[in-house]
């Protein structure tokens, strides 16, 4: 399908990992991206990969990509309270656009 | 430096109103970019500029005018819009073509 797809929401206690998952369209796809939104804010940069890498770690953060099935991962380690935000993923296609899936809302239990 | 600045954070028009959002970035960026994002969506690409040339624009209406006086300055003029046209509006920049984009914290739009 022509949709970046991700999961609308997301429920965590705080102190455990959070998993966000995103399956993207464009298997030529050379840069995928992953935003974090803060109510009523921009778009944040909070980490991205190439296509030709497996994993990339950035100190809580931890993205995996399986470029086979087209599958991106964000865990978030340790989540806390300030991590409650929508996150989107995005990729770069061929044609240079960049386009971001519906984004996921992460909740953090108490 | 590393923001990318929009004014005005809120803006309120009537249909026959004429407005401008602007938006300015230091970073040297040579790609600057307005996304327009309705609530509880993602954003959705309008126009994009490279080296203050426009490259990319994804069919939008006319009553969107976009301008680019230089590789600072981003401006979207606005002219005859509809209600359906509110929404937030955000700028962003990267240092070449689909880059990493940085973006600013965007113009509130409500058309009456």
């Known amino acids: 399908g022509e949709d970046v797809e991700q999961s609308l929401f997301l429920s965590v206690r705080e102190g455990d990992s959070s998993v966000i998952n995103c399956t993207y369209t464009?298997?030529?796809?050379?840069?995928l991206y992953w935003y974090k939104q803060e109510p009523g804010a921009g778009l944040q940069l909070l980490t991205y990969?190439?296509?030709?890498?497996d994993m990339k770690q950035d100190q809580r953060l931890t993205v995996l990509l399986n470029k086979k099935d087209k599958h991106l991962s964000l865990r978030i380690a340790d989540t806390q309270t300030g991590d409650s935000a929508i996150y989107f993923c995005?990729?770069?296609?061929?044609?240079?656009?960049?386009?971001f899936g519906k984004g996921t809302r992460l909740h953090i239990l108490p | 430096d590393t923001e990318v600045t929009q004014t005005p954070k809120h803006l309120v028009m009537g249909m026959t109103n004429k407005k401008s959002l602007k938006c300015e970035q230091h970073?040297?960026?040579?790609?600057m970019y307005w996304y327009k994002q309705k609530a509880k969506k993602p954003p959705e690409l309008m126009f994009v500029?490279?080296?203050?040339?426009?490259?990319i624009n994804e069919s939008v209406p006319s009553r969107f005018s976009p301008e680019c006086p230089n590789s600072s300055l981003l401006n979207l003029h606005l002219h005859a819009l509809q209600p359906e046209d509110s929404a937030l509006y955000l700028c962003?920049?990267?240092?070449?073509?689909?880059?990493?984009?940085?973006f600013g914290e965007g113009s509130r739009l409500t058309v009456l």
């Open positions: 464009d298997s030529s796809s050379t840069y």
């Open positions: 962003a920049s990267s240092q070449f073509v689909a880059g990493e984009l940085f």
């Open positions: 500029y490279s080296y203050e040339k426009l490259s």
């Open positions: 970073m040297g960026h040579r790609a």
């Open positions: 990969i190439f296509s030709n890498m």
């Open positions: 995005a990729e770069k296609r061929v044609d240079d656009k960049i386009i």
